[in-house]
């Protein structure tokens, strides 16, 4: 599969999932409200994690194809998957006052029980922000990896 059409693919997969999580999440209203409701008040974060993964995905197998194997530790793969995980996470807060994502309440419940009153205020207050972050570190490692591929083409020009 070329690295573009691998790009696109994996990049669309994130954001369907991302939508199927807020129709699932969220019974008291219909599919189309929840998408819509999702997309009018998250589309950065939601486009912003589709490119990611998507740029994540064309990086890696454009460096495959290049004949680039890149030793990246397991950690460097968790961390993009993980600052998707936490990007998401927190984006589902922001939608719990239009009535999304229902489910997402009552995980937020556990939290002061698994973090502590005061530590779970700041996760929900600052839950826009902190998924964000979580974009960060997603474009963050596709830096990483973009530098890498670059920093091995150098390195076979030169022999």
Known sequence: M???TKGVLFGSVTVAIYLLVVVITTPALEPSAAVSAAIQLNWPIISGMGIGIGMQSYLAAFAQKFGCHLKMRRGAYG???GGTA???F???FS???LGCC????????FLPSIF???LSAVLVDYSQTLSYVGLVIIFGFNLVTYFK???KQKQLIST
């Open 116 to 118: 502590g009153a005061s």
């Open 79 to 81: 961390g993009n998957s």
């Open 90 to 92: 927190f984006s589902f």
């Open 86 to 88: 936490l990007t998401s």
């Open 102 to 109: 229902g489910w997402w309440l009552y995980a937020i419940s």
């Open 149 to 151: 591929i670059r920093q």
């Open 95 to 97: 939608l719990i006052p």
């Open 2 to 4: 070329r690295p573009i």
